[in-house]
């Protein structure tokens, strides 16, 4: 059985500081991919990143960052100098090697105050 | 161009009654899925379908029943809607093969019974 966790149902932070966001996984498969979407506030899915279970390398992508340790399941996202366009609800999820399905942890509503 | 689109955005009907959602995607994926989002957020699969056939059925009443007339279309229908079916449902597409690639979701519907 697979399982996302999303320790942090909601996080508030003042505009420009940095904020990471966890997530922690469980899965028996040695081979999965981990992603982090996006939902702001008008409701669509934005898909943000999908990292492979043999690529370890953290990642940055302008103000976007993704440590992914294996040793502890854990995918963390880390936004730096937040902006309030970043306020929406954000999943980390799960999918099997080869296999589509999505587990999603339950969310993190992060907002960011002007 | 929207590369996966769902109609209707909102639906609105009385309990007993049978409506269905469509899905189209024009990314040339090879596999569509149906996904429920509670009011609490919580995202889960319902269904997965890979080239026409169906390759995942997550635990949903029989009620709902997805259609797939081709690769491009995923169209769901709910019989006897209940209150408890009130939720947004995504739509999503993804290429497993060859190379396996992210879930590209819908703006999702927002159904709501009453």
């Known amino acids: 059985a697979q399982k996302v966790t999303q320790a942090q149902t909601e996080i508030s932070v003042v505009e420009k500081e940095d904020v990471t966001l966890d997530c922690v996984y469980e899965?028996?498969?040695?081979?999965?991919?981990l992603f982090w979407y996006k939902q702001p506030p008008s409701g669509e899915l934005v898909f943000l990143i999908r990292?492979?279970?043999?690529?370890?390398q953290n990642e940055i992508s302008g103000r976007y960052s993704w440590n992914f340790q294996k040793s502890t399941s854990s995918f963390n996202f880390t936004i730096t100098a937040s902006q309030v366009v970043d306020s929406a609800v954000y999943f980390c999820?799960?999918?099997?090697?080869?296999?589509?399905?999505?587990?999603f942890g339950t969310g993190t509503r992060l907002t960011i105050i002007p | 161009d929207t590369a996966v689109s769902q109609t209707p955005k909102y639906l609105v009907t009385q309990m007993g009654n049978d409506k269905s959602i469509k899905c189209e995607q024009n990314?040339?994926?090879?596999?569509m899925y149906w996904y429920k989002q509670d009011s609490k957020k919580f995202l889960k699969i319902m269904f997965s379908?890979?080239?026409?056939?169906?390759?995942i059925n997550e635990t949903v009443p029989n009620r709902f029943s997805p259609k797939s007339p081709d690769k491009a279309h995923l169209n769901l229908h709910i019989n006897s809607l209940e209150l408890g079916d009130s939720a947004v449902y995504f739509c999503?597409?993804?290429?497993?093969?060859?190379?396996?690639?992210?879930?590209?979701f819908g703006q999702g519907t927002r159904l709501t019974v009453v």
């Open positions: 999820a799960l999918s099997p090697f080869g296999n589509e399905k999505l587990t």
């Open positions: 999503a597409s993804s290429r497993l093969y060859p190379g396996g690639t992210e879930a590209f």
């Open positions: 899965t028996r498969d040695t081979t999965y991919y």
């Open positions: 379908y890979n080239n026409k056939e169906l390759i």
């Open positions: 990292r492979n279970s043999f690529d370890e």
């Open positions: 990314l040339g994926h090879d596999t």
